[in-house]
């Protein structure tokens, strides 16, 4: 499944004092299996554009496409077109509204109108995918359960609707560290079961370690995209806009400038120990 992004712009409250050009003529294919990470500074357009790629904003200019059929062909966008790409905003928690996590996690299938004999196996599975029991959870409160619990819950709300890509919004802010391990847990194996992600972060590190493709918005614009390894490399460029490099890339590199004989390549806290490891044991013999 691919989605073709066509020369879209994007205007904020048009024809007011408040008017802002959100997006500037973006162009951009995201390809079947691809695991993007989407950076940017606060402000470079990164979330508008994520909300464009399921019909929640339509263009002021442009096109969407995906799988061939142009999301805003009619007047409203068609429902078995935007349940191919699921959305989970950052804080997913705060849009719990249900008064039993089944309904919470059942409301997307049966607003999509899924055969409501269907819905059951389908909140049991999506349970289950983010690492919770069915039978344990789905008649308690999603109000009392915690916070890492409570966005995993949100997440198989979006689960449930069986989206082939997944669009992400910071989704590990504010979660503990065991919080964050479980939610990039569940994401790497919907990415392994063939599908798409499309990953919002601020967080380097965390971008450095999952992504194979990297989008950098800078107003309203894409600014770079390539591999990660690619654009690290251009760390100045990156600083410029006001973006730092994973904290392993920017250790190596400081190495190298020093003139100690790193290839200075690497990107994440396993690579850089790698690239350490070598020189030592080089420096040793």
């Known amino acids: 499944m691919s989605i073709e992004v ?3 712009s994007y205007i904020y409250m048009p024809g007011t004092p408040y008017e802002k050009e959100a997006l500037k003529n973006i162009n951009l294919t995201i390809n079947y299996g691809d695991f993007i990470g ?3 500074h606060t402000g470079s357009g990164k979330s508008t554009l994520a909300q464009h790629l399921n019909g929640l904003l339509k263009p002021t200019k442009g096109s969407i496409i995906i799988d061939g059929a142009d999301l805003w062909l009619k007047k409203h966008p068609s429902r078995d077109i935007c349940r191919k790409v699921g959305l989970v905003f950052q804080y997913p928690e ?28 389908l909140v049991e599975h999506s349970l289950t995918q983010v690492g919770l029991n069915y039978h344990e959870y789905k008649d308690r409160s999603p109000f009392a ?25 910071e989704p590990t802010a504010g979660l503990d560290p065991a919080g964050r391990k479980e939610i990039i847990r569940l994401i790497k194996r919907f990415y392994q079961k063939g599908k798409t992600v499309v990953w919002i972060s601020h967080n380097m590190d ?12 800078y107003r309203g614009t894409i600014f770079m995209d390539g591999i990660p390894q690619e654009v690290f490399s251009q760390e100045g460029e990156l600083k410029k806009i006001g973006l730092d490099i994973p904290a392993a890339a920017s250790l190596v590199r400081k190495l190298k400038e020093m003139g100690k004989p790193l290839p200075g390549k690497a990107i994440t806290v396993e690579d850089a120990y790698l690239e350490i490891a070598k020189w030592m044991e080089r420096k040793g013999k």
Not at 206 to 217: C, G, P, S, T, W
């Open 206 to 217: 965390e971008i450095a370690r999952l992504a194979n493709r990297l989008i950098v918005m």
């Open 38 to 40: 989407l950076i940017g």
């Open 145 to 169: 359960l915690s916070g890492g619990q409570k966005r995993r819950v949100a997440i198989a709300g979006v689960l449930a609707m069986q989206p082939d890509v997944l669009v992400l919004d």
């Open 6 to 8: 066509k020369n879209l």
């Open 94 to 121: 705060h849009q719990l509204f249900a008064e039993t996590v089944f309904e919470d996690v059942a409301f997307g299938p049966r607003n999509l109108s899924f055969p409501e004999h269907k819905i059951p196996d």
